[in-house]
């Protein structure tokens, strides 16, 4: 297979797109950091970019536009007007979109998730909102791979594997318009991860920690090719950074590994 | 120039961890008959517009960006 293309998109407040590019580039693909400017024309023609361009489109946690107005709300909006028809179609040729932490909220404020009705939905239909506690969450979680095999961007890993992979952040709890929201993406297959205790049991607080309803913590869309999900992988590619590396930890790869290779492998040659 | 003051405000039975903790910490500076405390948003926005279409302006700026519909409502006052 040629070389996988990755967008890494940030704009002003963005913060996590150096590990999220560098964690592409240890499972062999091609990333690149790209301002959304770049995108939208605003930039000298030399540095401008098309998103058709790339095989997947990453988006990076941090405080894109400070969280104003809402988490992800400003991204989302400017990646709408800016480029959302060509995202649109991105998204319908079947090219992986993955969104962590912050970019699970812009993900969820574009419409892209859960988009039952349309790939991208003219208004959100979820929402990520403040964590139960009131607090922002960093922490060592636990998640466990529930996808039933819609979710392309997990094929990596199995199901019902446990993966540490670390949380931090302040707005996490998913939450949709009515009371049988969570059902309806167990249902369709829509949950992929969920947040369990070291057991792979279910857990209250602190395991899951933002009270999301039925302990998601991540999401896929009804085609399977854009993954949401709050915790993040990208900061545990190697052992040195698992929760656990100190007390018995013997692989080499830190647990995101499988969820970033998985990302690449979903790229249809 | 219209002025239109646009209220964000959590809907019901949404969780305000915001208002529940300032609430607490009113009530531990000695404050007494507090019954509730609710954090709301509000944009005060200036339109190049008659009264009646900065509304609606105003209104389509919270369906596009403002609200999400699943957290939080809106209402949009013309001063």
């Given amino acids: 297979m040629s070389e996988v293309r990755v967008c890494v998109l940030r704009i002003e407040g963005t913060n996590c797109e150096d590990e999220m590019a560098e964690a592409f580039r240890m499972c062999g693909a091609a990333p690149e950091k790209v301002h959304l400017n770049q995108m939208s024309g605003k930039a000298p023609p030399e540095l401008r970019r098309s998103i058709e361009d790339y095989d997947i489109l990453a988006l990076p946690g941090g405080f894109s536009a400070g969280d104003y107005v809402r988490a992800g709300a400003i991204f989302g909006a400017r990646i709408k007007s800016s480029m959302g028809r060509q995202l649109r179609d991105f998204v319908d040729s079947e090219k992986p979109v993955f969104g962590v932490c912050n970019g699970f909220q812009i993900l969820v404020e574009l419409g892209l998730l859960p988009a039952a009705k349309e790939t991208m939905e003219p208004s959100p239909t979820a929402a990520l909102y403040n964590n139960d506690s009131g607090r922002f969450e960093c922490r060592p979680t636990i998640l466990r791979n529930d996808s039933r095999g819609r979710c392309r961007l997990v094929s990596q890993v199995p199901s019902g594997r446990t993966l540490a992979i670390p949380s931090a952040h302040a707005e996490g709890r998913l939450l949709g318009m009515d009371e049988d929201f969570a059902d309806r993406l167990e249902d369709n297959d829509q949950v992929v991860f969920r947040y369990v205790g070291p057991e792979g049991e279910k857990a209250g607080y602190p395991w899951n920690p933002n009270g999301s309803k039925s302990d998601i913590a991540g999401i896929c869309n009804p085609a399977g090719n854009v993954l949401g999900m709050m915790p993040h992988p990208e900061r545990v590619m190697t052992r040195f950074t698992h929760a656990d590396w100190t007390r018995g930890y013997t692989s080499e790869d830190g647990d995101g590994k499988e969820i970033i290779m998985s990302v690449v492998k979903a790229v249809k040659s | ?79």
């Fill in chain 2, 1 to 79: 120039m219209t002025v239109v003051d646009v209220r964000i405000e959590l809907k019901k039975g949404v969780a305000d961890p915001e208002g529940s903790n300032t609430k607490k910490t009113l009530e531990s500076l000695g404050f007494k008959g507090i019954d509730s405390v609710r954090t709301v948003k509000v944009f005060e926005i200036t339109l190049d517009a008659p009264a009646e279409e900065a509304k609606k302006h105003a209104e389509e700026m919270c369906r596009q960006l403002l609200a999400n519909p699943v957290i939080q409502k809106y209402s949009v006052v013309v001063r």
